[in-house]
């Protein structure tokens, strides 16, 4: 992928600074190189990507309308175990204690969801309803939660548009992300 003397980055700007890109500066830029030169290679259709990398899915459909790219970008639903925890290979670095602990990712998003269906529309209320379940969980530490529009990544003070709750939370040593788009 990056043969000897390689000196060319693909780069997102603007949606790459928050979240994940704040706390794992670099990521996206490897990110959105690899998936140019698999794009450039493969010329596809289309280009499936999970929502539980919710950051990640909105570089990317950034990227592909900034490029030109004729591939359409599908996001596909997050898949979950039956107690709600997002899947990912990173459940398995938790020991039995930590993997419960770690339900609290989707019952803080639950929780805020649900203010939200009963009409709560101010966005720090929202990331304190999230924060505070977390802060519930004695194994939990919180890296950061967010309450976004979905398409720009930007944090809202009042919630008007489709706005992406997401969250950083290490339980234990293992570092798990999760995210709810709310309609």
Same mark, same amino acid.
């Given at each position: ?8 980055? &693909?780069? +997102? ?9 704040? @706390? ?6 490897? @990110?959105?190189? @690899? /998936? ?20 990640? *899915?909105? &570089?990317?459909?950034?990227?592909? !309308? ?22 990912? %290979?990173?459940? %398995? ?14 019952? *803080? ?7 939200? $269906? ?6 720090? $209320?929202?990331?304190?309803?999230? !924060?505070? *379940? ?10 950061? /939660? %967010? ?6 990544? /930007?944090?809202?003070?009042? +919630?008007?548009? $489709? ?5 950083? +939370? ?10 709810? +788009?709310? @309609?």
């Amino acid at each position: 992928m990056y043969p000897p003397g390689f000196q060319t980055w &693909v780069t +997102v700007e603007t949606l790459t600074a928050p979240l994940e890109g704040a @706390v794992r500066p670099g990521h996206f830029r490897g @990110v959105t190189t @690899v /998936v140019s030169k698999l794009f450039n290679a493969i010329q596809p259709e289309k280009a499936y990507f999970g929502q539980k990398d919710a950051q990640q *899915a909105a &570089v990317i459909r950034q990227m592909a !309308r900034d490029l030109s790219y004729p591939t359409e970008i599908v996001i596909c639903p997050t898949i979950r175990e039956p107690d709600g925890l997002a899947m990912s %290979s990173r459940n %398995s670095y938790l020991n039995p204690e930590e993997r419960q602990a770690a339900t609290i990712l989707f019952r *803080a998003l639950t929780t805020a969801e649900f203010a939200y $269906k009963n009409g709560e529309r101010d966005a720090e $209320k929202l990331r304190r309803i999230m !924060r505070e *379940a977390i802060e519930t969980e004695p194994l939990a530490r919180l890296q950061y /939660v %967010s309450c976004a529009d979905y398409d720009t990544l /930007v944090e809202l003070e009042t +919630v008007t548009s $489709k706005p992406l709750l997401s969250m950083a +939370v290490f339980i234990g040593k293992t570092r798990l992300i999760d995210n709810f +788009v709310l @309609v």
